[in-house]
């Protein structure tokens, strides 16, 4: 519902005050800190949520924000950079293949296969980022079988992440020799995954708050969470814990956004630190 | 300058303890629960930690014993500063991996004293009136 | 009692995916005591699974539950039960109020703890009632915590009558004075 827009041509100012109150509020919620010299950055993305919200100061803003979820969304996508492409948080698929793999397989005792879940998958770059670099930087790659599970909720995102096609800005950051081997031109600008590998990741709609008696989202190995939590209202962060808990194997990894940590999340994880990464396991 | 991480969920008593370390020239950082002060002492250099026991998502004591069975930090000093006043809150404690146990609230020259005992800085001479 | 966490860890059965359906199971048939039952012998997954889903059930047999446990030994089972308790919101105040008078200060302080995450204005009422009144200096400072974030400037006048009583304590001055801060009072000279 639209409300009226300050009519006013001065953005609402932020006092010295109300910046130290909005950085202690955010810092609780999200663990995520402003210091002084974040300043333009905050004050100018908060005054913009207060415009559009249609409020003339920050205390009537922050009174409003405390009841509605959807702003609360609203701040956190605009205070949070999201921008999706390949080879995002490169040092998580680092730590993929020279920390968390070989902790994997140590626990697999016999098995062969791994399970790995991207959710939220949005529209694609996350899965396909795991498969590219696994093929081109796990040497071991031929000696498991790894099924590749993404999710989401959004079946336009799951649409588009099924037919697999990208532009070069999204792009740019996958070597080209990789490209060369697992997309096709498409002309225009726009490059598509090659058939074999998007059919070989399994793509599936799912409500992470939904999915506890679906036998399809069990046993994962590694589990990709990454800047989904951040939205969510406490009581709703410690369910999906929960379920990202339920459904993994023991001894399995979970790695979060780069700015979001499981201290505001859930307490059901232990913390490991690698070289490459700080991420969560469930214990064995 | 030593590095002092202040784990503690009342963000006024974070602010309290980091004023008076500061003016007694330590560097301060701070968490607001004990996963966060686990995350941060994983990557962070410090000299000292201040605990405090009651924290939502991984309280004091979890917090210690993390630290205690981890090698890269076990061996860094900790005080538990906190509002459980009775003897078996204090041996617990020690038995989950503090070094000291105050209960709040802590006289801040003693703070002081002991960031500066604890962290081999150069005591105070003199006893505080 | 285990000293090492991983020891703790060894009721493995509760972090199966069956004790999260377990409990979902008794969450959607409303069954509170069910769910107390699961809160007191669990740990880890089924434990936590617990509480959520109290604190998503609401309504009075829940929320009794909960306090129940407010004063457990255990201590991460005691704090799990004061964040859950907050995340009830306002329905929860009613339940905590008898909490603010209980004998053992620590008691109070929980129930203050719960308090400071609900926004209510009843919190604050609460709240600063218990900084005039109680005679203990830690139970007094969590209420100016509380008040930091819940309190209104019409406080303003009560909360300085607080420091004087505890005169001794430089951590009390301090906590009233960031509270009257965050409230929007000049500081200093506000206090003296």
């Known amino acids: 519902m639209a409300l009226l827009a300050n009519r006013s041509d001065q953005p609402p100012d932020l006092t010295d005050e109300d910046f130290q109150f909005f950085a202690d509020y955010f810092y609780r919620r999200t663990g995520i800190q402003f210091a002084a010299n974040k300043r333009y950055f905050v004050d100018r993305r908060v005054q913009d949520r207060i415009l559009r919200s249609g409020r003339t100061n920050f205390r009537d803003y922050f009174d409003f924000l405390r009841r509605d979820g959807a702003e609360y969304q609203s701040l956190v996508n605009a205070m949070t950079v999201n921008e999706t492409y390949f080879y995002r948080e490169l040092y998580q698929l680092e730590c993929l293949v020279k920390s968390i793999l070989p902790d994997v397989i140590k626990a697999l005792g016999g098995g062969r296969t791994i399970r790995i879940w991207s959710m939220p998958c949005s529209t694609g770059e996350e899965p396909y980022s795991i498969a590219f670099y696994l093929l081109e930087h796990w040497r071991l790659v031929d000696d498991y079988e790894i099924e590749i599970v993404a999710s989401d909720i959004d079946t336009e995102a799951l649409g588009k992440a099924k037919a697999g096609r990208y532009n070069t800005r999204s792009l740019q950051h996958v070597p080209q020799i990789t490209l060369n081997k697992y997309t096709t031109d498409e002309g225009e600008g726009m490059r598509r995954v090659v058939p074999a590998l998007r059919d070989s990741i399994r793509f599936t709609k799912a409500n992470l708050l939904d999915i506890h008696d679906d036998s399809a989202f069990r046993d994962f190995h590694v589990v990709f969470c990454r800047n989904m939590l951040i939205y969510f209202d406490d009581l709703s962060r410690r369910e999906a814990g929960e379920a990202l808990f339920a459904s993994m194997a023991k001894g399995g990894f979970i790695c979060l956004g780069h700015s979001e940590s499981m201290s505001r999340i859930s307490s059901l994880f232990e913390l490991r630190k690698f070289p490459e990464a700080i991420v969560y396991q469930k214990p064995l | 300058m030593p590095n002092v991480l202040v784990i503690d969920d009342s963000s006024t008593t974070r602010m309290f303890y980091r004023e008076t370390l500061e003016a007694a020239g330590f560097k301060v950082d701070e968490a607001l629960n004990g996963l966060e002060g686990l995350e941060k002492t994983m990557t962070e250099p410090f000299d000292l930690l201040i605990v405090d026991i009651n924290m939502p998502k991984m309280d004091g004591l979890t917090f210690l014993r993390e630290l205690r069975r981890r090698d890269e930090i076990r061996g860094l000093p900790a005080i538990v500063i906190s509002t459980q006043d009775r003897p078996e809150d204090r041996i617990k404690a020690h038995a989950s991996g503090a070094n000291v146990y105050f209960v709040k609230p802590i006289d801040p020259r003693i703070l002081v004293e002991y960031g500066r005992l604890m962290t081999g800085a150069p005591l105070m001479s003199g006893h505080p009136s | ?192």
């Open chain 3, 1 to 192: 009692m285990p000293l090492i966490r991983a020891a703790s860890r060894a009721e493995t059965s509760d972090d199966a995916p069956s004790a999260l359906t377990a409990v979902r199971e008794a969450a959607r048939a409303g069954d509170a005591p069910k769910l107390a039952e699961i809160l007191a012998g669990g740990h880890g997954l089924a434990r936590e699974a617990a509480l959520t889903s109290l604190a998503r059930l609401g309504g009075e047999a829940s929320i009794a539950a909960l306090i129940e446990f407010i004063g457990a030994e255990d201590v991460s089972l005691r704090n799990a039960v004061i964040e859950t308790l907050s995340s009830l919101g306002a329905p929860a105040i009613a339940f905590i109020e008898p909490v603010l008078s209980d004998a053992d200060p620590n008691l109070r302080i929980y129930a203050l703890g719960v308090l400071e995450n609900i926004d209510d204005p009843r919190a604050a009422a609460l709240a600063l009632r218990v900084a005039l009144g109680d005679p203990h200096v830690n139970v007094c400072a969590a209420a100016a915590d509380v008040l930091a974030r819940r309190g209104t400037l019409e406080m303003t006048a009560a909360l300085q009558t607080v420091p004087p009583r505890f005169p001794g304590h430089p951590f009390i001055r301090f906590a009233v004075r960031a509270a009257l801060q965050k409230m929007g009072q000049a500081a200093d000279g506000a206090l003296g």
